[in-house]
């Protein structure tokens, strides 16, 4: 059984577990929505390896979650998203000497070149978090599975084929500066952990630092593709605000 299916149980027995256990946790039936937004740093990890620095981008979506249960003095919840992000590659094109390439001629503008893809990502993650849940601060951790739906691809670069250079590439792996992404569909399994602060009146503003690792491959695997491995990882850091849609009446919760 492979990563994203455990996850998917995981969070499959979660919600069974969360809901069989009444007598010892408190129920809570809270939903709260609201936006994200955030910056990403992506790379692509190839085999053959492709020498690269961290790609910035932006993200971005809808977040919706339900909290369903305090057990001891840990709070349970289920967090999903839909989220715009940029992802891809920047690589590091430099000599044996780790200096950059230089066309002859031109000695102001190294050789660049980075790939952008952008998604739709949906995470779907279970939430245990320790402090307050309506006034004060909260912290937490959430885990589980993320896809994206594959929806553009660009490309910035100054590389010319067959243009001299002054000095010559001390890696040799270009097959994927001409190769379009050829699977549409990511999945991986994300994690991440922050802070919240909560107001009754005002509703919850979220701090989130998490990282997603890529189980697909943006290209073929099979001994007849170049890539033996092609799979992405992000690091995001984000912030969220989300306002509450049903609240569960208790005057014991803080």
């Known amino acids: 059984m492979n990563l994203i299916s ?16 009444a007598q010892v946790g ?41 909290t369903c249960e305090k057990y001891f003095s840990s709070i ?17 094109i430099l000599d044996v000497n780790d200096q950059p390439v230089y066309y002859e001629g031109d000695n102001s503008n190294p050789l660049r070149y980075q790939r952008r893809i ?12 320790w402090g307050r849940e309506r006034r004060g601060l909260q912290a937490f951790i959430q885990l589980g599975p993320q896809f994206g739906f594959y929806l553009d691809e660009s490309t910035d670069t100054n590389i010319e084929q067959g243009r001299p250079t002054w000095n010559a590439r001390v890696s040799n792996v270009v097959a994927q500066e001409t190769m ?21 009146k005002v509703g919850h503003f979220l701090l989130e630092g998490r990282y997603y690792f890529g189980l697909a491959n943006i290209y073929g695997n099979s001994k007849s593709d170049y890539f033996a491995k092609s799979n992405q990882s992000n690091i995001v850091v984000k912030l969220s605000y989300l306002f509450d849609v049903i609240k569960t009446k208790n005057d014991r919760i803080r």
Not at 192 to 198: H, V
Request: aromatic share 14%; with cysteine.
């Open 6 to 21: 455990r996850s998917l149980l995981f969070i499959i027995f979660y919600f069974l577990f969360s809901h069989a256990r």
């Open 26 to 66: 408190e129920y809570r039936t809270d939903l709260a929505i609201g936006f994200n937004g955030g910056y990403v740093m992506t790379n692509v990890s190839f085999t053959p390896d492709v020498p690269q620095d961290l790609l910035g981008g932006m993200t971005g979506g809808l977040t919706i979650r339900y």
């Open 76 to 92: 349970c919840a289920i967090t999903a998203e839909v989220n715009y992000t940029q992802a891809g590659w920047k690589e590091r």
């Open 118 to 129: 952008t998604y739709v990502q949906v995470p779907l993650l279970a939430r245990l978090g």
């Open 180 to 200: 379009p992404v050829e699977n549409k569909f990511d999945y991986g399994i994300v994690g991440g952990a922050g802070i919240e602060f909560s107001h009754p």
